[in-house]
């Protein structure tokens, strides 16, 4: 059957379970860490966080830590080149106003003939004589452009528009630098961030109709000419400002990126940080330590023992990768060097991030001011975030391999007495079986009854407890799984009816076994038993998948399983199905990000408010401008654009 009893070593202790012998992945990763380690302190860049993410800071309340990244960490900000120095001179206060969107929201509207002003803490609105930047390099010459004849203005149409302002190098470096933030696997690209070919193409048609109304050409030409002009100013105005100029996001210094590995030897407030990101994030503040950048430079025992005694005392802050999606979360630790190319995560950290250790990368983050490193102490840490919110105790429980080996034990007399003991608590086991809810239940009574840090410790013990029951078991798959299933007859027709009762019967047929020590598929029946998640996997993995729809959008029959094999058909049609769960997914993302926008400014009708919300933000301001709106800065987002400071 291709499994073996096999030994704790040469002459150890047998393991409990058969295993099985020899090759039974049908594919493995194959990547180098080091290829994927990123760190960043200066003016180059670093890592983008993205607008979720950063809408899950401002719902954490962590505003010193969130100013951090939209001012003072920002890759845009003017002095970015200059952070480095000065956080190895002395302590680096907030950025104050303005934050480097907001400086480049006010060009953008500067172009259009809008002014906004910050004034006594609001911000007032009007329409003023067009500017451009500076021309530089290959710009069109000149700070604003004369239009040939007047149109109407594409976010007010009852307002003429005579002049624009010129669209110069600088703005389009930054345009280009936002799509490279944005040019992510789960993010499509945005070609409307690129308007310098549609100014030119103004330009063109500009020039065009000032040549005809010159040379006195007829006027059905220049009406033509002047339609035309005014569908180039309408295409530059609508890529001059989108949604995404007033999204959240920026490309940060002091960052770094790597792969994930396990760090169950860590305390679960700390990571482990290859050698490589730890020397580049810590050594300015290991420099202003010690007064000497040669000693950091040459990596001195003097410097380390410093660099070490730095990190220990510090708060890094962790994300996963990519940030664009709304399912993320942060946790801060104290760092710890690590010899190798990873980031090291304590497994129990793992759910909370929505990380698992099979490639995925994480991205971590230096708060500098001493604002930011108290709050990522007090919000940001397991710890502090479940003082706040118990319910994150479900999402702490034991990884499901630590947790299968806790349900294995628990099967015995002998096990249960151990974990009641390690948890202080009795943990029920429904059908016999320790469950995800249960286990989550208990650690909730002693969180109640001990606090935070008890719960944590438990949760570590039981964690370890879990590993060496799961190692000392031997459990494995078999390669012949499901060979001691009588499956019922197959239904002779491709009828989806009657192929989706028959899955459905053999589903609960497998899912109703209680022989958790059968070798053939013993251990998967205790692991779908532990867990909610994934106890259709079983059934799909044995038996024949059933009716599903073509890439036609036609039924189709899967006969076959991923024990027997696929046919390239059934292989494409489940692919199919993939995609489509993954389209409303993306969908989900963008609704996700939408409410989140939303959130910031809740019943707000203020003038950033419902710009952040608008599809074409233009008209929103152009209209603010017309009645000379004043917007009270009084929403948390209106403020965190700016760089307004925000009391939680």
């Known amino acids: 059957d291709g499994i073996e009893t096999l030994t704790l070593g040469r002459d150890g202790p047998q393991l409990e379970r058969p295993s099985a012998v020899g090759w039974v992945y049908w594919n493995r990763m194959v990547y180098l860490a080091k290829e994927k380690l990123y760190a960043s302190v200066d003016g180059a860049g670093g890592q983008v966080q993205g607008e979720c993410s950063n809408m899950v800071l401002r719902d954490l309340g962590a505003f010193q830590n969130l100013g951090e990244v939209l001012n003072t960490r920002a890759a845009r900000q003017q002095d970015a080149n200059t952070l480095s120095a000065r956080v190895a001179a002395g302590p680096v206060e907030p950025a104050g106003p303005p934050t480097p969107m907001f400086s480049e929201l006010v060009k953008r509207l500067q172009l259009g003939g809008i002014r906004a002003t910050l004034e006594s803490d609001k911000l007032a609105f009007c329409f003023d004589a067009p500017q451009g930047g500076v021309p530089q390099g290959n710009a069109p010459p ?123 030897s860590l305390r679960i407030d700390q990571v482990g940080l290859a050698d490589e990101i730890a020397w580049t994030l810590f050594g300015p503040l290991v420099t202003r330590e010690l007064g000497n950048a040669e000693a950091v430079r040459a990596r001195s025992q003097r410097a380390a023992q410093t660099l070490d005694e730095v990190m220990a005392r510090s708060w890094v802050v962790i994300v996963p990768l990519p940030t664009h999606t709304p399912i993320i979360s942060f946790l801060a630790f104290h760092p710890v060097r690590d010899p190798g190319h990873v980031i090291r995560l304590h497994p129990l950290a793992c759910d909370i991030l929505n990380t698992d250790f099979d490639g995925d990368r994480v991205a971590v983050f230096l708060p500098l001011t001493p604002g930011a490193q108290r709050e990522a102490g007090e919000r940001l840490t397991i710890a502090g975030r479940l003082a706040r919110d118990p319910k994150l105790v479900r999402s702490l429980l034991p990884p499901p391999d630590a947790l299968w080996g806790l349900a294995s034990l628990n099967l015995a007399e002998p096990g249960r007495k151990e974990i009641a003991q390690i948890a202080d608590v009795q943990v029920a086991a429904p059908n016999g079986v320790i469950t995800q809810t249960t286990l989550a239940e208990a650690m909730q009574k002693v969180l109640e009854q001990n606090g935070a ?66 070798a053939d598929m013993g251990s998967q029946l205790l692991a779908v038993s532990i867990r909610e998640r994934g106890r259709d996997h079983l059934p799909k993995l044995i038996g024949p998948w059933g009716a599903a729809t073509d890439i036609n959008g036609k039924p189709f029959i899967v006969r076959h399983s991923n024990v027997k094999g696929l046919t390239p058909e059934e292989m494409v049609t489940r692919m199919v199905g993939a995609r489509q769960a993954l389209g409303k997914y993306y969908i989900q993302w963008e609704q996700l990000g939408q409410e989140a926008r939303e959130r910031g400014g809740a019943g707000r009708f203020t003038v950033l408010a419902r710009a952040r919300r608008a599809k074409r933000p233009g008209i929103v301001f152009a209209r603010a401008a017309a009645i000379g709106e004043l917007d009270p800065l009084a929403d948390v987002d209106s403020r965190l654009l700016i760089g307004l400071p925000i009391t939680p």
Do not use: C
């Open 142 to 264: 000149g700070n604003v452009l004369n239009l040939a004849s007047p149109v109407p203005h594409p976010w007010l149409r009852e307002r003429q528009l005579t002049q624009i302002g010129a669209y110069t190098d600088e703005l389009d470096a930054s345009d280009k630098q936002v799509r490279e933030m944005r040019a992510q696997p789960y993010s499509p690209p945005d070609s409307s961030l690129l308007p310098m070919e549609k100014y030119k193409l103004l330009m063109e048609a500009n020039n065009r109709l000032a040549r005809m109304l010159a040379s006195q050409t007829p006027a059905k030409l220049t009406q033509d000419a002047t339609a035309q002009l005014e569908a180039r100013v309408n295409a530059f105005f609508d890529a001059l400002l989108q949604p995404s100029h007033l999204f959240f996001e920026e490309q940060q210094l002091f960052s770094a990126s790597a792969v994930i590995a396990p760090g169950a």
């Open 453 to 518: 840090e008890a719960v944590l410790t438990t949760l570590d013990r039981l964690m370890q407890r879990g590993f060496e029951a799961v190692r000392a078991s031997g459990a494995s798959m078999s390669p012949f799984i499901g060979s001691s299933l009588q499956q019922p007859p197959q239904p002779h027709k491709d009828d989806a009816e009657l192929w989706s009762a028959y899955t459905e019967e053999l589903a609960e047929k497998i899912l109703a076994g209680t022989d958790y020590a059968n």
